[in-house]
């Protein structure tokens, strides 16, 4: 059963098209990947999807739960269920680390703060009173984001970059966090360029210049990372002869 359907949507940034014409069902309780080149229209879809200002001023739909998410602001549509994790965490000057979780927990306890810390591999003990600030390193804000999201119990999560800035570490914690999320009965969507955030995918979605070009299981997609490209109508498609 699709969770969330994204239909015909065009957007257009500068005058171009960034997200043309584009048309996906992501399946209720899975782990999706859409992957594509940098500049493909990844981030920027999963800005529509959220909200965010800027993005909202698109054509087509994107029915969330068979409601449409036309003309909702950010903040209803998290009320519904949906998050995104970004690239590059935010940081939040004069705000402890406590208070960023609790902000969006839906059970609002130290206990479940402490819970979730520890679920992302961050003694609570040691974290709970730091402050969000520039004395975090990026893979510290990238777990403490992750903790955020697992507290607030989201239906569908939009996880973009996961990988990006951090240490192996905090990767395989990430990693687990993810499984955690579907055994939960989560929806999440990996935005990626990589191969090993791909393959903690279920199903992908191959993006090229705002438009699908492919999609299928894992291992179908994983042609496009051993090629840098897959056969597409673009103008600028290469000539792969008999690799694919």
């Not at 098209?17 to 500049?39: K, M, R, S």
């Not at 920027?44 to 054509?59: C, F, H, K, Q, S």
């Not at 591999?121 to 804000?141: C, F, H, Q, V």
């Amino acid at each position: 059963m699709g969770i969330l359907e994204v239909r015909d949507v065009v957007l257009k940034l500068g005058g171009k098209d960034v997200i043309n014409h584009l048309t996906i069902d992501f399946w209720e309780g899975h782990i999706h990947a859409l992957v594509g080149p940098n500049g493909a229209g990844k981030s920027t879809l999963a800005n529509v999807i959220m909200g965010l200002p800027g993005y909202t001023d698109y054509e087509g739909d994107i029915i969330f739960k068979e409601e449409s998410l036309k003309d909702l602001p950010i903040d209803e549509r998290a009320r519904r269920g949906i998050t995104l994790g970004w690239q590059e965490p935010a940081r939040f000057e004069g705000l402890t680390v406590y208070r960023f979780i609790i902000a969006g927990a839906k059970v609002k306890t130290s206990e479940r703060v402490k819970e979730v810390l520890a679920e992302v591999g961050l003694s609570p003990e040691n974290y709970m009173n730091r402050a969000m600030d520039k004395t975090l390193s990026g893979g510290e804000r990238k777990r403490i984001e992750v903790a955020s999201i697992l507290a607030m119990e989201p239906k569908l999560v939009l996880m973009d970059e996961p990988d990006s800035g951090i240490d192996v570490e905090a990767i395989e914690r990430i990693f687990s966090t993810i499984k955690g999320l579907k055994a939960k009965g989560t929806t999440v969507v990996l935005i990626t360029h990589s191969l090993a955030v791909l393959e903690q995918a279920e199903h992908a979605f191959l993006i090229c210049h705002g438009q699908l070009i492919d999609k299928g299981s894992v291992g179908e997609i994983e042609k496009y990372f051993k090629s840098k490209c897959i056969s597409c109508n673009h103008q600028n498609v290469p000539d792969f002869g008999d690799a694919l």
